[in-house]
């Protein structure tokens, strides 16, 4: 299975980003999809998680009722829609695949990685 995250760049405080990550290869072996982030300095941290249907979701405290994930299983992809940006979401996200139908939040958890892509947010 090889995970692609796509959409990170440069905006401004208050704006909006939508990354995007995209399966390979043997989909049919992943179930749950989560988004990480790590700022320079800082260990990885869970953002966010979608099961295997997009049924049930789960956020971190630091980007509750600001960001959203989706998935589109047909096109074996999954969404983090973020808005109302702060510069403390500047970090590299990294999307990851669990064998296995539930959300977690912990990293050792999930069994695929994707390579993240950076966002910067700049005040």
């Known amino acids: 299975v090889q995970l692609q995250a796509f959409g990170g760049g440069l905006v401004q405080v208050g704006e909006s980003l939508r990354l995007s990550c995209v399966a390979s290869?043997?989909?049919?072996?992943?179930?749950?999809i989560g988004w990480f982030r790590q700022a320079p300095g800082k260990e990885r941290e869970a953002v966010s998680c979608?099961?295997?249907?997009?049924?049930?979701?789960l956020y971190g405290d630091s980007v509750k009722g600001r960001f959203t994930i989706s998935r589109d299983n047909a096109k074996n992809t999954v969404y983090l829609q973020m808005n109302s940006l702060k510069p403390e979401d500047t970090a590299v996200y990294h999307c990851?695949?669990?064998?296995?139908?539930?959300?977690?939040?912990?990293?050792?958890?999930?069994?695929?990685w994707g390579q993240g892509t950076l966002v910067t947010v700049s005040s």
């Open positions: 990851a695949a669990r064998r296995w139908i539930g959300c977690s939040g912990y990293r050792i958890e999930y069994d695929y």
């Open positions: 290869g043997s989909t049919s072996d992943i179930y749950a």
């Open positions: 979608v099961d295997f249907n997009g049924a049930t979701t």
